[in-house]
């Protein structure tokens, strides 16, 4: 019997990783390649959906399969092969449907229940160093996502923000010296990131009062950082998405990477994570001399404007804020101290002019409007 020969990709049902390989068929299908050795019975196979040219051929005792798109190949094979496009009987099918439910569920169990709980016990055991490159890379997938908007760093607002950020560091548990940037944005809302990193989008800036609210709020993601809840909301997001990548068959890095900047977007912490944050932040405004229940101030001033856009993405969609834990931070924070606050009122209104402001255009003069020439009259 003459052997005809094509080249394929063999899928061993367990991954959904592609192996090149050679098909070469005879009275038998033999499939070769790198990792794979294969001497297939013609009475195995079966035929899969596939869109033409390409073929899909199953093997009837597993879940290894073949794909090919030679047009030659595919009709020799059909010619060889009595059984190719049996369809299994019923009780196969529904075995195979019942499996596959099965198979679903129990990924889903893992991605729910499994994948949180093994993040709390890797994000402790993740070295710095790769914590902090993979924040450089969240924080790069995040301007990204939220459209790229530009850096703020008009420099005495910057000189202002290092300050604050070296004072409500000094002296608090943090695994590594915070990285804190300000971004441009429509929106409220404050993002910690692996690796020590913090965005403050500007709105927060402008919705703030007073440097102590905006304190309460960089020192509440300080909070996070110093639990490794970032790594935590990072691994549970890149483990969920790996499991389904698995099913689903689209395991790519950039689909994991995009789906861990999304999550920490709108990272949702648990209440217990978002007390131990809260607790962090009065301890840390209060060290720095300033007024720590100015946090619960903002929250409940964010929560009012934030009811009247329910669409908005903002500081709340990731931080709830409840009565209970309004009540709770001014029960910590205690009385207000005395002085200006954590910052002067210079300082602060430097600090809200962090961002540049957009240039005015000029108004033209009387003389101009007739300076067209004629074809741009129109």
Known sequence: MEAITTTGTFFDGLSARPQPVTLRLTFRLEVSGEDV????????????????????????????????????????????????????????????VLWSIAAGVSVLLTAVYGVPAASNLLAPLVPQAIEAQLGRSVDTQIAGLLGDPPL????????????????????MALPTTPQVSVRQHKVANALALPG?????????????????????????????????????????????????SLVLGDLTGSTVLVTIGQAAISAGYSRDAERTADAYAVAAVKRAGGDAAALAAILERITDADDEKPDATSFLRSHPVTAERAA???????????????????????????CPKPAKLEKPRPDDKDTKTPTEKL
């Open 37 to 96: 050795s294969r001497d297939w019975s013609l009475l195995d196979l079966r035929a899969a959906d596939a869109a033409p040219p390409l073929m899909r051929i199953n093997h009837a005792q597993g879940s290894e399969s073949v794909e090919f798109a030679d047009a030659a190949f595919a009709e020799a094979l059909t010619a060889r092969c009595p059984d190719l496009n049996r369809t299994e009987s019923g009780g196969g099918l529904t075995r195979l």
């Open 328 to 354: 709770r931070i001014r029960s910590l924070a205690g009385e207000k101290p005395a002085g200006p606050g954590i910052l002067s009122e210079a300082e602060w209104q430097s600090l809200q002019g962090i």
């Open 196 to 244: 020590g990193r913090v965005i403050l989008l500007s709105d927060i800036l402008a919705k703030a009062k007073s440097g102590d609210e905006l304190a309460g709020i960089l020192a509440h993601e300080f909070g996070h950082i110093a639990a490794r809840d970032p790594m935590r909301s990072v691994i549970t997001a890149g483990g969920t998405s790996f499991l389904l």
């Open 152 to 171: 703020c760093n008009e420099a005495a607002g910057r000189a202002v923000l290092d300050r604050l950020t070296a004072r409500l560091a000094e002296g």
